[in-house]
């Protein structure tokens, strides 16, 4: 190690030494001897022996000296280790060797060289040079004389530069912290550590200017902020936090690997001790650069209201375009104020005499042997196919019966919009209070907690809590990254925008209502808005929870990210199911329990999906048998009955009559064709993933559940628009627009969510080897970008749901096909 000769001791520092040597007595051996910086001193002590060693040196006005003192033995004898004690003018430091270290399990770990850097003195406001001494004392209580030797040096490079980097090596015995003080001009800096190797594991940390430092593997978290480290480790620092505007810079080895997700060695005896000490050398490079200042906040929070305001700003301009529209075609006499999305050419834009297999489920009106009129109402028999007549009896008490209307081959939206559209709609106004009480519920104990976390954060000062991205984490107040939280604003504007578009198509909706208006009653979808109101509450829910994830994201409140994404799929599927299926759609209730599970699920598979075989085998069992379960439910209309009363055997009798009547009987050709191809694709899909999670068995349960969610919304949404177009009905172009940027944007979204930027699934260290830089502003990173692109597709996916079937409101529900 570098050093230089002390300069000749002036008049104070020999009347130092000698008042030293009077107070030390004993023989001459004891008497302080002068040392020189840079000289390796060799010497043996026993029990009746002790040497003492002066340093002395002289200060610069304004300087932050520091000096490192390293000594050396060869014995290994634990019982009789060497002393060593460092005295100095505002304090003392002391250490043995041989060094123990202990790990996990009462592991020991010893070694024989040590070094430390002392405190250095603090600069003195004197306009002149100060003279420093330092007493180093070797003693021993061993019986016999054991050997040693010692080197002092002072430190050239001990202030660390701004924007410059300096490499150094450190091992567990061998600790090393630097100074550095803030500029001027630098409210806030970055301390970026990297190392080419993984192993040793490390700590760094940060503490204020104050004796004694803290610099050992059992101390070093007694005080500041700090990380454990494999490759990478980066801490932001603001002046505030340090009234003396400067701080130390710690870097701790530890003998063991284990914290860093390493592994400890299966012996420590021997040779094997020896060889795992001499492997815990890391060099180390660090770097401190200045953070982002003030006005990049005030631009970043800009940028993120001002991106979804110009949503809002849209919607305004396409809703008076519409109203344009209206207003013109209102006055021209074709068309309700409701209505903007087409002009009724006819009184039947579906032909009924459009040959079969043009038109999904359309049929010829001159077969039916009632020759109903055109504008029969909905539920006469005026819909029926010839095969369904020379099944069932056409009287009006059986039509009325949903047991017989449900097994039609053909389906009409009459036949599944028979109930009063008020209980109806009141059932479907459930999902929205329900999913209110559950939020208000959910959200005020996670925002507790996460206070609570952020706090412990803050006190305690160990970054190790919460898996934040350390290269991009900006710092607000109490808050450690408040660019992950600003960039959740997108979830809960969007929501609110998506509440007040669905609440202008519910108010024009009880306009027309009131007015009768025919084409309200009879025509186009019938209009619920309850599952509606219940997505944009989940859209803004998965804001305010996913904003709470961020504020420590870690094991313990993964969930908090993502129940509300299942709730978002779950809801979505429930609304383009209830589009043409409104008397037979889930309950909220039955719809939330099933979420309920689902969130259970992902907590179980989290805590016990990673190497549990059995909890594999449990769910993918429970996830082919409810895709089954489903399947069945959806294909017979929801009248598949399991019971028979009138016998003990009644399951099995049913499942039997139901594999001989639509696997044997009628094997060549199912009877709902298109309900049977979408439920074997869909059941295919499902097995798979269970089939995947089986094999390989991903560490991330929460997603991999979240991803079946999805593939089965989008094969759900591409086969109900499949099947729309094979009705011979169309996209307007809103709708479509939707698509395509739902499309695109998802497809953008998805690029940077797999992005991945830190893992709670691995260790703190492990997690920070993914952390990259800021690439948006210089304050948002990969997954704020994720943020915001899922925001706006998630929105874009709503109105999809919303404007779809926009074609079909000036199309009789008798000639609206179900699927």
Known sequence: MAGRAAPAPGALLCALLCAAAAAAGGGPGDNPAPGAFGHVYRGAVNISSERVYAFAYRSEPGQVDAVRVYVNSSSENLQYPILFVVRQQKGVLSWQVPLIFRGFYQR???????????????PTPETRPSDQIIFV???????????????VTRLKNFQLETNKAFNFTASPSQPQYFLYKFPQDVDSVIINVVSDATYPCSVVSVQDIVCPVYDLDHNVEFNGVYQSMTKQAAITVQRKDFPGEQ????????????????????????????????????????TIVPSIKKSVYVQAMFFSFLSFLSFYLGSVVVAFVHYIRVQRKASAGRLSPEHGSGMMTSSHPISASTPEGSSYGAIDESSSSGGGQLGAPPGSDTDSSVEEESDFDTMPEIESDKNIIRTKVFLYL??????????????????????????????????????TYQTVVNVTGNQDICYYNFLCAHPLGVLSAFNNILSNVGHMMLGFLF??????????????????????????????????????????????????YHVCPNYSNFQFDTSFMYMIAGL?????????????????YSAYASFAVVISLAVLGVVFGKNDMWFWVIFSLIHVLAS??????????????????????????????????????????????DRMVLLIVGNLVNWSFAIFGLVYRPRDFASYILGIFICNLLLYLAFYIIMKLRSSEKLLPIPMFCIVATAVVWAAALYFFFQTLSSWEETPAESREKNRPCILLGFFDDHDVWHFLSAAALFFSFLVLLTLDDDLDTVRRDKIPVF
């Open 247 to 286: 701080f130390f810079v710690v870097f701790v080895i530890k003998p063991e690997d284990y914290a860093c997700g390493g592994s400890v060695p299966s012996s420590i005896h021997g040779n094997v001790n020896r060889t795992w000490n001499l492997q815990r050398t890391k060099n180390l490079q660090v």
């Open 137 to 151: 004392d070797v003693a021993s209580m061993a019986p016999f004389n054991i050997a040693y030797e010692l080197l």
């Open 414 to 451: 009459s036949d599944l919009s028979r109930k009063d559209r008020r209980i109806v709609s009141k059932k479907y106004k459930i999902y929205f209070w329900n999913i209110i009480t559950i939020a208000v519920f959910y959200a005020l104990p996670v925002i507790q907690l996460v206070i």
């Open 572 to 588: 979505c599927m429930l609304k383009l199911y209830q589009t043409r299926h409104p008397d037979i759609n889930a309950s909220a």
């Open 108 to 122: 020991t770990y010893n070694y024989q060289e040590v070094s430390r850097t002392l405190c250095p003195s603090e």
């Open 628 to 673: 089954l379960a489903l399947s069945t439910q959806i294909y017979y209309m929801g009248r598949f009955k399991i019971d028979d009363p009138d016998s003990d055997m009644g399951i099995f009798r049913r499942a039997v009559m139901v594999l001989y009547t639509d696997c044997i009987q009628q094997c060549s050709r199912p009877m709902y064709m």
């Open 499 to 548: 509440l007040l578009i669905v609440l202008r198509r519910d108010i024009l909706h009880r306009r027309a209502m009131e007015m009768k208006d025919i084409y309200t009653l009879d025509y186009g979808i019938p209009k619920h808005f309850g599952l509606f109101y219940a997505m944009g509450i989940a859209l803004m829910m998965e804001g305010v929870l996913s904003a709470c």
